[in-house]
């Protein structure tokens, strides 16, 4: 394998130079009294001016390459602590770990004083992050496109098992080491305002949009450091301010507040990940944030595109823009108005640019999460927008009129613009309209798109809906969060298999042999080692690492059906107690999930499994067989420790609902054997692993769509299943809250009286059944860790390396800088 070129570079006495430099001029602190956080400041510091260095000399590399660029929007870019991944890129982690040792510190004590970046939420932005890791792996030119939250989503905590949230700070006074203010790329922003028309000198008459505010894109950007070569690409977050924050008359007038209340109400706008929009000003905020990352991000584009030399018409020749889901659709509008109004482009000319530079990724197939807007609020807050709007949805009927005539069932089903008593702008419509590509994040999930989602839209546009199964980067989910597997991978197939993950397939050949089963056994039981000490220190836990440790991490929604395993642990509880017969193996299982601020049933279920949790971790009755810890505030650093410790993934969620997960694939690369439903990325780690070392269960996309059309009724099931009522049952009443009896009546009332509409209660018995087969072969330990390797050998299909190239290949057509 090459050697990096920093790596040979480096000078270990130089380094430490400039660490103790940034330590004294930059934080002030004496070497002699110092703490671990200044020391990793200076130590980020050090080491940022090496990435900023190669960013500059990427930008260059691209231009002088006149390379076609990806531009990625996404309202999350869910990063993790940069620091140590930053070293595994740069081929440094050895020598900087024995540079600091050498100014007598600890460089695994320096990392954890490093607080994750609060840039996003769950899979979406985990989804974005590793494909700018892949991107820059492989040198593709391109830009990551986010905002610079100044708190994220929020900080989770627990009280009394309630989840309570508080603002996440996590670029502190210090700032953020690795992150650098980028002055000459600011931006202006408009708001509200009028349109109004104009005649030039030529007598051509113009829109004019007039906004009645004003805010400022302050450009920050962070390194993407590309793995083993000197390529940095620019994560670019937007930061909001008033153009002029500070009012003197009124300071002099003794108006304080008012003075600042410019840069209060701008700041807002970058403050938190997903402003609650349970309520009018909340929505307006949302679409505020929304709008202001795109114009941001547009201006920057069309800015570099110019400077470059190029012309306006050859846009769409050198740059595409990714949309990560719909909230970055109102880019659409914005660069269409920015082609009529700024560079005075006839419709045509413009749209023939618009529909050629964007693709659209879909992630959900749920009704509720496919976004809209008001008429009314995008009209008052960007006026020029909705008649833009209007007339992409004038042209589109138009299309649909040629091809279906007459039929306004299919017009009303495609119209961006929904009617009804509010009329509402549908973003994925929007979306699917105007790209050059539309995809799907795994084959169910695009079939799905193309058969039940968008159909006519398939019909109208054929070939424009796409698949790009997901992936995961493994630098970070294997080489950084594993050492030790790693190590072990790489004495037996070498090292170059963190860029190419399709040759763990080679470690299958060891999937039998004893010795190297033993030592795969003492990687898993040192992780497991790990985490259970993590939640000693932490959360006051005992756990006992020869129990199987059943993980189920990710975001808190009813689709992903938490709640189904906690009716399973229930069902355990109540077995443990009541049949003397039963018999388990010890079982820790493991939640990880915050629950949006506005959605009381997700708290509600967070409450439960925390107050069971209470219960059952300290009745002695069970004799240890049963533990459930939920771990507070889940985070990237977080997962990091919790799944190369997992032995279960639960991918639960109701068959059709998932659209893709990337749990699922690190969580399957670290050994951990899936149990699921053959939903999202699982039927395609089924395909790759094989049946035998997957458990599969519940009703499928087919099945669930068959009994929703014959009339689900999930009180069958609670009548006809003895241990599902007995654990449904266990809710109602004071067993796990002796304060309040009607505790848990959110969920039980969600299950029986609401329909269930998950279908929980009809895959119950099938999932039971699944968690009998994992309890019975995880006492044969040969044969599970037999299991367990061949899931590490064959998910190398999940890789982002694989996803990007896809995209390169089928959506974006880039070419890798050269060498």
């Known amino acids: 394998m090459k050697k990096h070129i920093k790596e040979q570079a480096f000078d270990k006495a130089s380094f430490k130079a400039l660490v103790i430099k940034h330590l004294v001029t930059t934080y002030a602190q004496d070497t002699k009294t110092a703490t671990d956080k200044s020391w990793y400041l200076a130590v980020g510091k050090a080491l940022a001016e090496i990435s900023t260095g190669n960013l500059l000399a990427t930008e260059k590399r691209v231009i002088d390459a006149n390379a076609r660029s990806v531009n990625y929007f996404s309202l999350e870019f869910l990063i993790g602590r940069l620091t140590g991944n930053n070293l595994i890129s740069l081929g440094l982690y050895d020598q900087i770990s024995e540079s600091v040792a050498e100014l007598g510190l600890n460089l695994t004590d320096l990392l954890e004083q490093e607080r994750d970046p609060a840039l996003g939420n769950g899979g979406l932005g985990r989804l974005a992050a590793c494909f700018m890791d892949s991107l820059a792996a492989q040198e593709f030119p391109s830009v990551g496109y986010g905002l610079h939250y100044q708190y994220g989503l929020f900080k989770q905590s627990f009280l009394n098992g309630h989840q309570i949230e508080f603002p996440d700070k996590w670029c502190e006074e210090e700032g953020y080491p690795w992150e650098v203010q980028r002055p000459e790329l600011n931006q202006v922003v408009g708001l509200y305002g009028d349109v109004s028309s104009y005649t030039d000198e030529n007598g051509q008459q113009y829109d004019r949009w007039n906004p009645a505010v004003t805010l400022q894109g302050i450009a920050w950007d962070l390194p993407i450091i590309g793995y083993n070569n000197q390529s940095v690409f620019p994560l670019r977050l937007w930061e909001c301010r008033a153009p002029e924050p500070f009012n003197l008359a009124k ?3 003794g ?57 306006i018409n050859a846009l769409a020749e050198f740059e595409t823009i990714q949309l990560n889901d719909t909230h970055p659709t109102i880019a659409i509008p914005e660069l269409m108005r920015v082609l009529l109004d700024d560079f005075k482009l006839c419709w045509d000319d413009a749209w023939a640019i618009v529909s050629k530079t964007f693709a659209y990724t879909n992630h959900t197939l749920l009704p509720e999460a496919l976004e809209s807007w008001s ?16 007339e992409i949805n004038h042209r589109l009927m138009a299309d649909v009129e040629a091809k279906w005539p007459g039929n306004n069932d299919i017009k009303r089903k495609l119209s961006i613009i929904a009617e009804g008593q509010q009329r509402m702008i549908r973003m994925a419509n929007l979306c699917v309209a105007s790209s050059y590509a539309v995809n799907g994040v795994a084959a169910l999930h695009s079939e799905l798109v193309k058969r039940d989602l968008f159909p006519e839209f398939d019909a109208l546009f054929p070939q424009r809906l796409q698949n790009v199964t997901n992936g995961i980067t493994p630098r970070r989910w294997l080489k950084y969060c594993n050492p030790q597997l790693s190590d072990l991978i790489s004495e037996k197939i070498g090292n170059e298999w963190p860029a190419n ?37 932490n959360l006051d836990i005992e756990l006992d690492i020869n129990a199987i440790f059943d993980v189920q991490i990710k975001r808190l929604h009813e689709y992903k059906r938490q709640h189904l395993n906690l009716l399973h642990i229930l069902s355990l509880y109540h077995r443990l107690l009541n049949d003397p017969s039963f018999d388990m193996h010890p079982r820790v299982f493991v939640f990880a999930a915050k629950a949006a601020p506005g959605y009381a049933l997700a708290k509600d279920i967070i409450y439960a499994i925390n107050k069971v949790a209470d219960k059952v971790n300290n009745d002695p009755r069970l004799k240890d067989k049963l533990k459930v810890v939920f771990v507070p505030d889940y985070r990237v650093s977080l997962a990091e420790i919790i799944i190369p410790a997992a032995d279960v993934s639960e991918q639960i969620s109701t068959a059709g609902k998932e659209a893709s997960g990337t749990g699922n694939m690190k969580l399957a690369l670290n050994g951990a054997l899936t149990i699921g439903t053959m939903d999202g990325a699982n039927v395609e780690i089924r395909e790759e692993v094989g049946d035998d070392n997957i458990f599969i269960f519940g009703l499928s996309v087919d099945e669930v769509e068959a009994l929703k059309a014959e009339g689900y009724n999930s009180h069958t099931y609670y009548e006809q299943n003895g241990l599902l009522k007995a654990s449904i049952d266990l809710l109602d009443g004071d067993e796990f809250d002796a304060t309040d009896c009607a505790a848990f009546a959110n969920i039980r009332h969600n299950l029986l009286e609401a329909g269930d509409p998950y279908l929980v209660l009809a895959d119950f018995a099938d999932y039971v059944d699944a968690h009998n087969r994992i309890d019975t072969e995880y006492r044969d330990q040969k044969l599970w860790v037999h299991k367990t390797i061949l899931n590490t050998a064959l998910v190398g299909k999940f890789s982002s390396d694989r996803s990007i190239r896809d995209y390169v290949n089928n959506i974006w057509h880039l070419s890798a800088l050269p060498k």
């Open 375 to 390: 008429e009314a609020l995008i009209g008052e807050l960007l006026p020029r927008h909705l008649e833009i709007i209007f």
């Open 255 to 311: 108006d304080y507040i008012g003075a600042q209340q410019a840069q209060i109400a701008a700041g807002n706008v970058t403050k938190v990940l997903y402003p609650n929009d349970n309520h009018h000003q909340g929505k307006v905020l949302r679409l505020t944030q929304q709008y202001f990352h795109c114009a941001c991000s547009i201006a920057d584009i069309v800015g570099r595109h110019l400077k470059k030399g190029h012309k």
């Open 501 to 537: 993950l399709e040759q763990l397939e080679a470690i299958a050949q060891f999937a039998s042999d004893d010795k190297f089963q033993q030592r795969y056994l003492e990687v898993k039981k040192t992780n497991k080692q790990r985490f259970a000490d993590w939640v000693a220190d």
């Open 251 to 253: 300071f002099n007038d």
